[in-house]
């Protein structure tokens, strides 16, 4: 996405959350326009709140440890590791791989 669609992007997960805030889809989605523009903070603020609507969905976990690998938090990164690992192994071994890669 190019800036100009990652702040459009924004404004819409934002009014969907306004409409629908027991959407999780939009605050993971909102989180994950966060962590493509390099805002980590605000990015695990909103895919925290997708996470404890949705525990058990791997893909908000996955983004979550990447936002805190990406602002360098490593033990919270390995939290969601744990986590990964036990809803699926397969996507675990995914993450740890990009967080040797990044951590390296």
């Given at each position: 996405?190019?800036e100009?669609?990652?702040e459009?992007?924004?404004?819409?997960?934002?009014?969907?959350i306004?409409i629908?805030?027991?959407?999780?889809?939009?605050?993971?989605?909102?989180g994950?326009v966060y962590?493509?523009?390099?805002?980590y903070?605000?990015?695990?603020?909103?895919?925290?709140?997708a996470v404890e609507?949705?525990p058990?969905?791997e893909?908000f976990?996955y983004?979550?440890?990447m936002?805190?690998l990406y602002?360098g938090?490593?033990?919270?990164?390995?939290?969601?590791?744990?986590?990964?690992?036990?809803l699926?192994?397969?996507t675990a071994?995914s993450?740890?791989?990009q967080?040797?890669?990044?951590?390296r």
């Amino acid at each position: 996405m190019n800036e100009g669609k990652n702040e459009q992007a924004i404004k819409n997960f934002k009014k969907a959350i306004e409409i629908d805030p027991d959407c999780c889809a939009s605050y993971f989605n909102l989180g994950f326009v966060y962590v493509k523009k390099g805002l980590y903070s605000k990015a695990i603020e909103k895919i925290k709140i997708a996470v404890e609507m949705e525990p058990e969905e791997e893909e908000f976990h996955y983004t979550l440890g990447m936002a805190y690998l990406y602002s360098g938090k490593r033990w919270e990164a390995l939290e969601e590791y744990k986590i990964l690992k036990e809803l699926n192994q397969g996507t675990a071994d995914s993450f740890l791989k990009q967080m040797r890669v990044m951590t390296r």
